[in-house]
């Protein structure tokens, strides 16, 4: 068996290759240049199509990221299904990142802040946490760990997905028909959807201004999610009270975006979780073994859908 590797916008991939050596013994796994031979699967980031044009037998691409958008819209070989990582220890990452985003805002820290560079002493009412419910869009691996963890600090939690999904804790909504209801109900969102058709631009003037009056934006998913001009108005407005970004459409983000600059805005790197190279190696090394078994396997993309 013969795996290549191709990781572009990357100088660490030597690590790569010594891992899925190690926990793939007796397979062949060399770094991909133009013109090599056929691969049985990959291990890709931000692939050239020169790659996948050449590599046309491959059974399986892994993506070391979550997000699959970017893979998704180049011409993929035929047989190929293309596997998403489930986790790679990105899961408690976001949710340390969400938690740290909501209760930032809720406890007015950022408001602390600035009144101490400003040698302020002061105090703030404390908040109710039941006036701050906390939307999740996205309910998936990393959606359902958030959900988790914000509901673990007494929050209430709700939950929109394309499909019904059952979450212990959360107050579940599905679909285009619940997605008002949902909005309405919630002044914190999170949003942890996949990039699709779909749900670009979602979170747009229209949407954004049915959450409750006071509404924080957490965007931890894709930049293309978000109209960026939107989000200002509601904020200079009044109806959102500030927001924390660390996605964008253009990454990194450009010196001239009125993101570095607003005072609602929290603006991060795209750092909300990164893949953990050992465990994703482990999760993707026993799905190539399973895939060459005949077995089912879970992170499977239907291109159809997007994720």
């Known amino acids: 068996m013969r795996i290549a590797v191709c990781l572009t916008n990357t100088t660490k991939v030597a690590p790569w290759l010594a891992g899925l050596r190690e926990a793939l013994p007796g397979t062949l796994v060399e770094e991909w240049a133009p013109g090599a031979p056929q691969a049985d699967h990959a291990i890709v980031w931000a692939p050239p199509q020169r790659f996948l044009d050449e590599q046309q037998s491959l059974k399986g691409i892994f993506n070391i990221g979550a997000g699959v958008d970017a893979l998704l819209k180049l011409k993929l070989p035929a047989r190929a299904r293309v596997v998403r990582i489930d986790d790679g220890g990105m899961a408690s990452q976001m949710a340390e990142f969400v938690c740290h985003a909501l209760i930032r805002h809720f406890r007015e820290l950022d408001c602390y802040e600035d009144d101490v560079r400003n040698g302020a002493w002061s ?24 959900a988790r963890a914000v509901a673990h600090f007494e929050f209430p939690v709700l939950g929109w997905s394309r499909t019904p999904r059952a979450v212990p804790g959360v107050r579940g909504f599905a679909g285009q028909e619940q997605l008002d209801e949902f909005l309405r ?3 914190v969102l999170v949003c942890l959807l996949p990039l ?52 964008f459409r253009t990454e990194p983000l450009p010196a001239e975006h009125p993101f570095w600059r607003h005072r609602k805005i929290t603006v991060t790197p795209h750092t909300s979780a990164r893949t953990l190279r050992e465990e994703s190696i482990v999760q993707i090394a026993g799905k190539i073994l399973a895939m060459e ?14 994720y």
Request: without cysteine.
């Open 196 to 247: 699709t058709r779909e749900t670009q631009d979602i979170l747009n003037a229209r949407n954004l201004a049915r959450l409750m009056p006071g509404g924080y934006v957490i965007n931890v998913a894709r930049g293309a999610h978000l109209v960026d001009d939107d989000l200002i108005a509601l904020l200079d407005s009044g109806h959102l009270a500030g927001a924390a970004l660390d996605v």
């Open 293 to 306: 078994r005949g077995e089912p396997i879970a992170g499977v993309v239907d291109p159809q859908r997007g």
């Open 123 to 146: 105090y703030r009412r404390p908040r109710d946490r039941a006036d701050y419910p906390v939307g999740i869009m996205g309910l998936g691996v990393l959606g359902e760990r958030v």
């Open 185 to 187: 109900a919630t002044r």
